[in-house]
């Protein structure tokens, strides 16, 4: 006996694919145009057609989204234009409360350098966070740039929330690592190998046996 294909787990792309679809039918295509156009691609990493359409696929195979109508012009390839089904709209509902009532532990690059940094000198942690705290700057300037042209496009803010929690996270984190940089430049964020083979030596002793 066959079972019903299970739905597919929450991700910030399928999620995306979802949403846009609330709004019209759509070919991938269009998908992609509108996201840039919205500036959803600063938040959603649609770089790789082959992601979208791996989403779509998936999204297809469960019945959350249908093939409305393929599309067919002597200027472009044949185009399939999909439509959210009342399993997708359900779905999305459910997906976007979990999403922002449940905070997620996720485990990005930056926190584990961090973790291990004392296995470099002051020196080149201070010439590495003055390089990221470049491209922190240059972002966040580039985060304001996309939510100035995105209003011009007449997108309400409530669709661009996103955006100004990107410059509100790329503002904190410059503010710290220009405190940590002032640190090590003062002197006053210092350690040395002894004082750390010291503490684990020390914890090491205090673990059950």
Known sequence: MSTA????????????VLSLLHFKPLHPYGMQRLLKQWGK?????????????????????????????????????ERTVYEITDAGREATRSWLLEMLREPKSEFPEFPV?????????????????????????AGQAAQQRSLAETAAFGVPRVAMLENEYAVALATAEADW????????RAGTLTW???????VAQASDAQAPQ
């Open 41 to 77: 691609d600063q938040v959603v990493n649609v770089g790789q057609r082959t992601s979208l359409y791996r989403a779509i696929d998936r999204l297809l195979g469960v019945g959350l989204i249908a093939v409305r109508e393929t599309e067919r012009d002597q200027q472009y390839p």
């Open 113 to 137: 350098a961090l973790a291990n940094l004392m296995l470099l000198t002051p020196g080149e942690i201070e010439q590495a966070l003055t390089a990221r705290l470049t491209a922190v700057r």
């Open 5 to 16: 294909p299970q739905a597919p787990k929450s991700s910030p792309i399928t999620l995306t």
């Open 177 to 184: 690592l220009e405190s940590v940089i002032a640190d090590l």
């Open 192 to 198: 040395s190998a002894e004082e750390l083979i010291a």
